[in-house]
T-cell receptor, first 113, second 111 residues
Framework: GAGVSQSPSNKVTEKGKDVELRCDPISGHTALYWYRQRLGQGLEFLIYFQGNSAPDKSGLPSDRFSAERTGESVSTLTIQRTQQEDSAVYLC???????????FGQGTRLTVV | DQQVKQNSPSLSVQEGRISILNCDYTNSMFDYFLWYKKYPAEGPTFLISISSIKDKNEDGRFTVFLNKSAKHLSLHIVPSQPGDSAVYFCAASDRDDKIIFGKGTRLHILP
Protein backbone atom coordinates (compact mmCIF):
# COMPACT_ATOMS: atom_id res chain seq x y z
CA GLY A 1 0.00 0.00 0.00
CA ALA A 2 0.92 3.64 -0.23
CA GLY A 3 1.13 4.30 3.50
CA VAL A 4 1.35 2.73 6.91
CA SER A 5 -1.73 0.74 7.78
CA GLN A 6 -2.76 -0.14 11.32
CA SER A 7 -5.52 -2.46 12.39
CA PRO A 8 -7.90 -2.40 14.06
CA SER A 9 -8.54 1.33 14.10
CA ASN A 10 -10.54 0.96 17.29
CA LYS A 11 -10.55 -1.78 19.89
CA VAL A 12 -12.61 -2.04 23.04
CA THR A 13 -11.62 -4.89 25.31
CA GLU A 14 -12.40 -6.10 28.79
CA LYS A 15 -9.80 -5.79 31.50
CA GLY A 16 -7.70 -8.93 31.68
CA LYS A 17 -8.08 -9.88 28.02
CA ASP A 18 -5.19 -10.03 25.57
CA VAL A 19 -5.11 -7.79 22.50
CA GLU A 20 -3.03 -7.82 19.35
CA LEU A 21 -2.41 -4.71 17.28
CA ARG A 22 -1.09 -4.87 13.77
CA CYS A 23 1.07 -2.56 11.68
CA ASP A 24 1.71 -2.89 7.95
CA PRO A 25 4.63 -0.60 7.13
CA ILE A 26 5.67 0.92 3.84
CA SER A 27 7.57 -1.61 1.75
CA GLY A 28 11.33 -1.17 2.00
CA HIS A 29 11.28 0.87 5.21
CA THR A 30 13.65 -0.98 7.45
CA ALA A 31 12.95 0.84 10.69
CA LEU A 32 9.65 0.44 12.53
CA TYR A 33 8.53 2.07 15.76
CA TRP A 34 5.64 1.63 18.13
CA TYR A 35 4.49 4.56 20.25
CA ARG A 36 1.50 5.20 22.43
CA GLN A 37 -0.28 8.37 23.35
CA ARG A 38 -2.50 8.39 26.38
CA LEU A 39 -5.28 10.95 26.59
CA GLY A 40 -3.83 14.41 27.14
CA GLN A 41 -0.27 13.14 27.26
CA GLY A 42 2.73 13.13 24.97
CA LEU A 43 4.13 10.53 22.63
CA GLU A 44 5.64 7.60 24.51
CA PHE A 45 8.21 5.39 22.79
CA LEU A 46 7.58 1.66 23.17
CA ILE A 47 9.79 -0.37 20.86
CA TYR A 48 12.00 0.01 17.78
CA PHE A 49 12.87 -2.54 15.08
CA GLN A 50 15.71 -2.01 12.62
CA GLY A 51 16.23 -4.68 9.99
CA ASN A 52 17.54 -7.88 11.49
CA SER A 53 19.05 -6.22 14.55
CA ALA A 54 17.77 -7.01 18.02
CA PRO A 55 14.84 -4.69 18.77
CA ASP A 56 15.16 -1.83 21.23
CA LYS A 57 12.55 -2.75 23.82
CA SER A 58 13.55 -0.10 26.32
CA GLY A 59 10.19 1.68 26.18
CA LEU A 60 7.94 -1.27 26.88
CA PRO A 61 6.18 -0.42 30.17
CA SER A 62 5.86 -3.96 31.51
CA ASP A 63 6.34 -7.61 30.60
CA ARG A 64 2.70 -7.70 29.55
CA PHE A 65 3.80 -5.89 26.41
CA SER A 66 5.60 -7.61 23.57
CA ALA A 67 6.10 -6.98 19.88
CA GLU A 68 7.29 -8.94 16.93
CA ARG A 69 8.36 -8.15 13.43
CA THR A 70 9.27 -10.63 10.76
CA GLY A 71 12.02 -9.22 8.57
CA GLU A 72 10.98 -5.84 7.22
CA SER A 73 7.28 -6.57 7.05
CA VAL A 74 4.31 -6.64 9.38
CA SER A 75 4.69 -5.99 13.07
CA THR A 76 2.33 -6.97 15.86
CA LEU A 77 2.15 -5.45 19.31
CA THR A 78 0.60 -7.73 21.91
CA ILE A 79 -0.69 -6.63 25.28
CA GLN A 80 -1.51 -9.43 27.67
CA ARG A 81 -3.93 -9.16 30.58
CA THR A 82 -4.90 -5.63 29.63
CA GLN A 83 -5.37 -3.01 32.33
CA GLN A 84 -7.32 0.22 32.22
CA GLU A 85 -4.10 2.24 32.15
CA ASP A 86 -3.29 0.56 28.81
CA SER A 87 -6.06 2.63 27.22
CA ALA A 88 -4.36 4.85 24.65
CA VAL A 89 -3.81 5.41 20.96
CA TYR A 90 -1.08 3.09 19.74
CA LEU A 91 0.86 4.50 16.80
CA CYS A 92 3.16 2.71 14.42
CA UNK A 93 5.75 4.54 12.34
CA UNK A 94 8.20 3.38 9.72
CA UNK A 95 11.30 5.12 8.45
CA UNK A 96 13.34 4.75 5.30
CA UNK A 97 16.63 6.01 6.72
CA UNK A 98 18.82 9.05 7.23
CA UNK A 99 17.56 12.38 5.92
CA UNK A 100 14.09 11.06 5.22
CA UNK A 101 10.84 11.45 7.04
CA UNK A 102 9.07 8.83 9.10
CA UNK A 103 5.52 7.89 8.22
CA PHE A 104 2.88 7.17 10.81
CA GLY A 105 -0.17 5.00 10.65
CA GLN A 106 -3.51 6.38 11.75
CA GLY A 107 -3.21 4.59 15.07
CA THR A 108 -5.26 2.06 17.00
CA ARG A 109 -7.41 3.50 19.75
CA LEU A 110 -7.49 0.93 22.54
CA THR A 111 -10.06 1.23 25.29
CA VAL A 112 -9.92 -1.17 28.21
CA VAL A 113 -13.16 -1.33 30.17
CA ASP B 1 16.75 9.97 29.40
CA GLN B 2 14.99 12.14 26.84
CA GLN B 3 17.23 13.07 23.94
CA VAL B 4 14.59 15.27 22.33
CA LYS B 5 12.67 17.55 24.65
CA GLN B 6 9.65 19.73 24.11
CA ASN B 7 9.35 21.50 27.42
CA SER B 8 6.04 23.22 26.76
CA PRO B 9 3.16 20.75 26.81
CA SER B 10 0.80 23.41 25.46
CA LEU B 11 0.78 26.85 23.89
CA SER B 12 -2.03 29.29 23.11
CA VAL B 13 -1.63 31.91 20.39
CA GLN B 14 -4.01 34.49 18.97
CA GLU B 15 -5.07 33.93 15.38
CA GLY B 16 -2.89 35.97 13.03
CA ARG B 17 0.04 36.15 15.43
CA ILE B 18 3.24 34.13 15.34
CA SER B 19 3.37 30.68 16.95
CA ILE B 20 6.80 29.57 18.13
CA LEU B 21 7.27 25.96 19.14
CA ASN B 22 10.54 25.00 20.75
CA CYS B 23 12.57 21.83 20.91
CA ASP B 24 15.87 21.00 22.59
CA TYR B 25 18.09 18.01 22.01
CA THR B 26 21.04 16.52 23.80
CA ASN B 27 22.75 14.31 21.23
CA SER B 28 25.31 16.21 19.14
CA MET B 29 25.26 13.37 16.59
CA PHE B 30 21.75 14.31 15.45
CA ASP B 31 22.03 15.68 11.94
CA TYR B 32 18.48 15.81 10.63
CA PHE B 33 15.48 17.34 12.34
CA LEU B 34 11.78 17.15 11.59
CA TRP B 35 8.48 18.56 12.75
CA TYR B 36 5.23 16.62 12.68
CA LYS B 37 1.68 17.76 13.19
CA LYS B 38 -1.08 15.63 14.66
CA TYR B 39 -4.81 16.19 14.64
CA PRO B 40 -7.09 14.21 16.97
CA ALA B 41 -7.94 10.72 15.70
CA GLU B 42 -5.22 10.88 13.06
CA GLY B 43 -1.60 9.80 12.91
CA PRO B 44 1.13 12.45 12.93
CA THR B 45 2.01 13.83 9.50
CA PHE B 46 5.30 15.29 8.36
CA LEU B 47 5.42 19.08 8.25
CA ILE B 48 8.93 20.36 7.64
CA SER B 49 12.54 19.28 8.12
CA ILE B 50 16.02 20.73 8.32
CA SER B 51 19.48 19.29 7.83
CA SER B 52 22.25 20.15 10.27
CA ILE B 53 24.15 21.92 7.48
CA LYS B 54 21.47 24.62 7.46
CA ASP B 55 20.20 26.98 10.10
CA LYS B 56 16.86 27.82 8.51
CA ASN B 57 14.31 26.18 6.26
CA GLU B 58 11.14 27.86 5.12
CA ASP B 59 7.98 26.43 3.59
CA GLY B 60 5.12 28.86 3.25
CA ARG B 61 3.92 29.93 6.69
CA PHE B 62 6.26 27.45 8.38
CA THR B 63 9.91 28.11 9.16
CA VAL B 64 12.23 25.90 11.16
CA PHE B 65 15.33 27.39 12.75
CA LEU B 66 18.26 25.33 13.96
CA ASN B 67 20.84 26.53 16.48
CA LYS B 68 23.42 23.76 16.64
CA SER B 69 25.56 25.38 19.30
CA ALA B 70 22.56 25.60 21.61
CA LYS B 71 21.15 22.25 20.45
CA HIS B 72 17.86 23.98 19.91
CA LEU B 73 15.36 24.17 17.13
CA SER B 74 12.14 26.02 16.75
CA LEU B 75 9.14 26.02 14.46
CA HIS B 76 7.60 29.36 13.57
CA ILE B 77 4.12 29.60 12.11
CA VAL B 78 3.22 33.00 10.67
CA PRO B 79 0.43 33.98 10.58
CA SER B 80 -1.24 31.41 12.82
CA GLN B 81 -4.56 30.07 11.58
CA PRO B 82 -7.34 28.10 13.32
CA GLY B 83 -6.40 24.98 11.35
CA ASP B 84 -2.96 25.09 12.94
CA SER B 85 -4.46 23.94 16.25
CA ALA B 86 -2.89 20.52 16.71
CA VAL B 87 -0.15 18.69 18.56
CA TYR B 88 3.33 19.30 17.15
CA PHE B 89 6.14 16.79 17.54
CA CYS B 90 9.80 17.53 17.09
CA ALA B 91 12.03 14.67 15.93
CA ALA B 92 15.73 14.13 15.31
CA SER B 93 17.74 11.44 13.59
CA ASP B 94 21.37 10.41 13.74
CA ARG B 95 23.77 8.38 11.70
CA ASP B 96 22.80 5.22 13.56
CA ASP B 97 19.53 5.20 11.63
CA LYS B 98 17.33 6.00 14.58
CA ILE B 99 14.73 8.73 14.79
CA ILE B 100 13.77 10.10 18.18
CA PHE B 101 10.54 12.01 18.84
CA GLY B 102 9.74 14.57 21.49
CA LYS B 103 6.59 14.21 23.55
CA GLY B 104 4.78 16.98 21.70
CA THR B 105 3.35 20.46 22.25
CA ARG B 106 -0.37 21.15 21.92
CA LEU B 107 -0.97 24.41 20.05
CA HIS B 108 -4.27 26.23 20.49
CA ILE B 109 -5.03 29.03 18.08
CA LEU B 110 -7.45 31.45 19.71
CA PRO B 111 -10.02 33.37 17.65
Amino acid sequence: GAGVSQSPSNKVTEKGKDVELRCDPISGHTALYWYRQRLGQGLEFLIYFQGNSAPDKSGLPSDRFSAERTGESVSTLTIQRTQQEDSAVYLCACWGGINTEAFFGQGTRLTVV
Amino acid sequence: DQQVKQNSPSLSVQEGRISILNCDYTNSMFDYFLWYKKYPAEGPTFLISISSIKDKNEDGRFTVFLNKSAKHLSLHIVPSQPGDSAVYFCAASDRDDKIIFGKGTRLHILP
